[in-house]
């Protein structure tokens, strides 16, 4: 699938969406084919998984006809996976359901952002999952009423990895800094991160498809030395202010964005672990986006260690 994923990348030329290559784009097509093969298969009936891991490949060389895949030597490192893994193995709904109804908590925590959803996300460039709040429910099999707190996880910044439009991008010497001193830097792919300004519009979409019950404002830190601190409040399209968030990726790319300009802090807070210990200018940011938003913060990320958190409630 790795092989599969970069080829279609490379078929695409300028057009590339900056995947990972990591095959998952080509996993999820099998999945929506239906010849996808699930863990299920590998630790069950080893001759029905090597049938099956034959006909997908068989499909793929189709497709494909550079695609060089040495079946016996996959299946045999497959065979040792399946012992491997096997021990690690549930039946993941029951195993779920069973420690809510003997009263245990369920922390669930979403991968990648909801700008990448495939649903809701900057399509095409997004991942091929719901990355949203949808992803409970879908992904484990937890219905709706199940969950509770929904804590949003957002920079004091905004970032995304890759191509796609992105309104408040500042390709200049300020997401350079913000790069820089955030160590944005794509876990997966090694490719700096595009910065720019909080987004207010994007975190309100977000919010209202995920229902933030409240949120962790991190890395405020990385704006420590800027002497003046900007958020993108509204977009205009055609010299009209607009209320939604763009659905389609030529749209979002000809918003102009109205920011708001809020003095700095000038000093590093990275030692602070109270609300009240945070500089005038940093405490008056935070209240600001909880008032943009409509919803409190609940934690703020101060730096790099796990002790560096402010938590107000």
Same mark, same amino acid.
């Given at each position: 699938?790795? #092989? =599969? +994923?970069?080829?279609? %990348?490379? !078929? *695409?030329? $300028?057009?590339?969406?900056?995947?990972?290559?990591?095959? @998952?784009?080509?996993?999820?097509?099998?999945?929506?084919?239906?010849?996808?093969?699930?863990?299920?298969?590998?630790?069950?009936?080893?001759?029905?998984?090597?049938?099956?891991?034959?006909?997908?490949?068989?499909?793929?060389?189709?497709?494909?006809?550079?695609? #060089? =895949? +040495?079946?016996?030597? %996959?299946? !045999? *490192?497959? $065979?040792?996976?399946?012992?491997?893994?096997?021990?690690? @193995?549930?039946?993941?709904?029951?195993?779920?359901?069973?420690?809510?109804?003997?009263?245990?908590?369920?922390?669930?925590?979403?991968?990648?952002?909801?700008?990448?959803?495939?649903?809701?996300?900057?399509?095409?460039?997004?991942?091929?999952?719901?990355?949203?709040?949808?992803?409970?429910?879908?992904?484990?099999?937890?219905?709706?009423?199940?969950?509770?707190?929904?804590?949003?996880?957002?920079?004091?910044?905004?970032?995304?990895?890759?191509?796609?439009?992105?309104?408040?991008?500042?390709?200049?010497?300020?997401?350079?800094?913000?790069?820089?001193?955030?160590?944005?830097?794509?876990?997966?792919?090694?490719?700096?991160?595009?910065?720019?300004?909080?987004?207010?519009?994007?975190?309100?979409?977000?919010?209202?498809?995920?229902?933030?019950?409240?949120?962790?404002?991190?890395?405020?830190?990385?704006?420590?030395?800027?002497?003046?601190?900007?958020?993108?409040?509204?977009?205009?399209?055609?010299?009209?202010?607009?209320?939604?968030?763009?659905?389609?990726?030529?749209?979002?790319?000809?918003?102009?964005?109205?920011?708001?300009?809020?003095?700095?802090?000038?000093?590093?807070?990275?030692?602070?672990?109270?609300?009240?210990?945070?500089?005038?200018?940093?405490?008056?940011?935070?209240?600001?986006?909880?008032?943009?938003?409509?919803?409190?913060?609940?934690?703020?990320?101060?730096?790099?260690?796990?002790?560096?958190?402010?938590?107000?409630?």
């Amino acid at each position: 699938m790795q #092989q =599969v +994923d970069g080829m279609q %990348e490379q !078929e *695409k030329g $300028k057009k590339s969406l900056g995947t990972t290559k990591k095959g @998952i784009g080509p996993t999820y097509s099998s999945k929506a084919s239906r010849i996808g093969i699930r863990i299920a298969d590998l630790i069950g009936d080893f001759s029905q998984f090597t049938e099956k891991f034959q006909a997908l490949v068989a499909v793929h060389e189709k497709m494909f006809p550079n695609l #060089q =895949v +040495d079946v016996a030597s %996959e299946l !045999e *490192k497959y $065979k040792e996976l399946a012992e491997r893994v096997r021990p690690m @193995i549930v039946e993941s709904v029951t195993f779920l359901h069973d420690a809510l109804s003997s009263g245990k908590n369920v922390l669930v925590e979403g991968a990648n952002a909801t700008m990448l959803d495939i649903d809701f996300g900057t399509y095409p460039y997004v991942t091929s999952s719901n990355c949203s709040i949808g992803g409970v429910c879908t992904g484990l099999g937890l219905p709706p009423r199940n969950i509770g707190e929904i804590v949003g996880v957002v920079k004091a910044y905004t970032t995304r990895v890759g191509d796609g439009p992105f309104p408040t991008e500042q390709v200049n010497e300020i997401g350079d800094k913000l790069q820089s001193i955030g160590a944005e830097i794509g876990v997966t792919t090694q490719r700096k991160r595009r910065c720019g300004w909080l987004d207010i519009p994007l975190l309100r979409y977000t919010s209202m498809i995920n229902g933030y019950t409240s949120l962790a404002l991190t890395k405020l830190d990385v704006l420590d030395s800027f002497p003046e601190i900007k958020i993108g409040v509204s977009y205009s399209l055609n010299g009209q202010k607009i209320k939604h968030f763009p659905s389609g990726q030529a749209e979002l790319g000809s918003v102009t964005v109205e920011y708001e300009t809020m003095p700095g802090w000038n000093c590093s807070i990275q030692n602070v672990r109270s609300f009240s210990d945070l500089p005038e200018n940093a405490q008056q940011y935070v209240t600001r986006i909880q008032q943009l938003l409509g919803v409190p913060v609940q934690y703020i990320g101060v730096g790099k260690g796990r002790e560096s958190i402010i938590k107000l409630f």
